[in-house]
Every structure is written in structure tokens, then in C-alpha cells.
């Protein structure tokens, strides 16, 4: 069964600083997303990770794909309060069954 | 323009009774899915559907019922066996065609309380 892990689950920092947030999941998989929510609204699609190695950048917001280490990241570079959101990733079944399943999501509140 | 239409935006569900959540496309997807979102606990997937008139359950798909009768719509019925239903819900979409690894489309969500 599919699994999806994210850490931290929420985090708090400041204007200009750089973060990591993690994602790791269970099983083979070469397809993963990361989405972001505002409070009380839908989720955006921010990037599609398809293949070892995918890297992908969008502003200060960069996204890595390590298939063989069952693990996505997405770094945050000197950080602004418009990046405050909550972010998900998550992972599509390798069984090609079209379920995709999501991380617990990360809370990421940056201060001013 | 193309989109999800997620309605209505805010339900109430008096004990023992079914509702239903529609959800409706115009962007051509194949696929459409439910989703459950309570504090703390992410995307939770109820149902999904790959084609018309076919459906899998998901991961707490109990107390939750689906048809896809047409490629525009997916609705979600919440019944009375649903005992815990109040929650914010989040119909999304996905072109599978040929191309794989297509991101989802959210519709706006319904936000379900019991009265």
C-alpha cells in the first residue's frame, strides 16, 4: 500500500531564510506532484516531478524528484511572507491505477 | 472557461439524511476524484473514476456512494452510515489520456456540516 510522508508538518520562519520541506513514500513511483493550498481555498498544482533526477523551479520554490530514494523535496530560498500556504505533495500508484495519494500536508507560516 | 463547478459551496446534514455534492467538468477529463480534507490530515481519496460508468473506492470510501453516468459529472452522495461526515470536500480532475503524469485540477470544495 502506497504510503505518503511529509515533514515537517507545519513550520515557522522567517522572512529571507531557506527551507527544506520533505517528502517520502513507500513504494515505486516515478510520478509526483506538489500542490499548494491557501487557507480555506482549493489546491493549486505547482509541479509535476516524472523521472529520477526531475528538477524544477518556479521563483524562489525549487522541487527534486530521488526515485530511488523514495523521496521529493521542495526548497523554499529567502523566503516571503506570499509564500505562506500549506503544501502538499503527493504520489501516483505505480500500478498505473490513476490513485494518487497525498502527504499530510505542510504548514509553513513565515513571519515578516 | 474551462473548469470544475464544486456545489453547493457550504451544506448542512441533519441526522439520517443523505446528501449529495455535485461536481461537474467542462475541461474534457477522463478522470475524476473525491476527496475528503479534515484539519490535519491532508487529502483523504473516497472515489474515483477512470471512465465512464466505472468507479473504484478509495481509502474510506464507507458511508460514501458515486456514479459517473457522463464524462462531465461525478456526484458524491454522503449518507446516513457516514457518521462523521462534517468535512471540507474537494472534487479534482485529470487528463489520463495518452500522457501520464498530468496534475490534478481541484474544484473550489464544499464544506459539510451536520446540523
Known amino acids: 500500500e502506497l504510503k505518503v510522508e511529509q515533514n515537517p508538518l507545519f513550520l515557522s520562519m522567517q522572512e529571507g531564510k531557506n527551507y527544506t520541506i520533505y517528502c517520502n513514500y513507500s513504494?515505486?513511483?516515478?510520478?509526483l506532484y506538489w500542490y499548494r493550498q491557501d487557507p480555506g481555498k482549493s489546491l493549486e498544482s505547482l509541479f509535476v516531478?516524472?523521472?529520477?533526477?526531475a528538477v524544477k523551479q518556479e521563483g524562489r520554490l525549487m522541487a527534486s524528484l530521488d526515485t530511488k530514494a523514495r523521496l521529493s523535496t521542495l526548497h523554499i530560498t529567502a523566503a516571503v511572507h506570499d509564500l505562506s500556504a500549506t503544501y502538499f505533495c503527493?504520489?501516483?500508484?505505480?500500478?498505473?491505477?490513476?490513485?494518487?495519494?497525498f502527504g499530510k500536508g505542510t504548514r509553513l507560516h513565515i513571519l515578516p | 472557461d474551462g473548469g470544475i463547478t464544486q456545489s453547493p459551496k457550504y451544506l448542512f446534514r441533519k441526522e439520517g439524511q443523505n446528501v449529495t455534492l455535485s461536481c461537474e467538468q467542462n475541461?474534457?477529463?477522463?478522470?475524476m476524484y473525491w476527496y475528503r480534507q479534515d484539519p490535519g490530515q491532508g487529502l483523504r481519496l473516497i472515489y474515483y473514476?477512470?471512465?465512464?460508468?466505472?468507479?473504484q473506492k478509495g481509502d474510506i470510501a464507507e458511508g460514501y456512494s458515486v456514479s459517473r453516468e457522463k464524462k462531465e459529472s461525478f456526484p458524491l452522495t454522503v449518507t446516513s452510515a457516514q457518521k462523521n461526515p462534517t468535512a471540507f470536500y474537494l472534487c479534482?480532475?485529470?487528463?489520463?489520456?495518452?500522457?501520464?503524469?498530468?496534475?490534478?485540477?481541484f474544484g473550489d470544495g464544499t464544506r459539510l456540516s451536520i446540523l
Open positions: 503527493a504520489v501516483e500508484s505505480h500500478s498505473r491505477d490513476d490513485k494518487i495519494i
Open positions: 475541461l474534457n477529463h477522463d478522470a
Open positions: 513504494t515505486t513511483s516515478d510520478r
Open positions: 473514476s477512470q471512465i465512464v460508468n466505472d468507479f
Open positions: 479534482a480532475t485529470s487528463d489520463r489520456g495518452v500522457v501520464l503524469g498530468q496534475p490534478q485540477h
Open positions: 516531478l516524472l523521472s529520477n533526477g
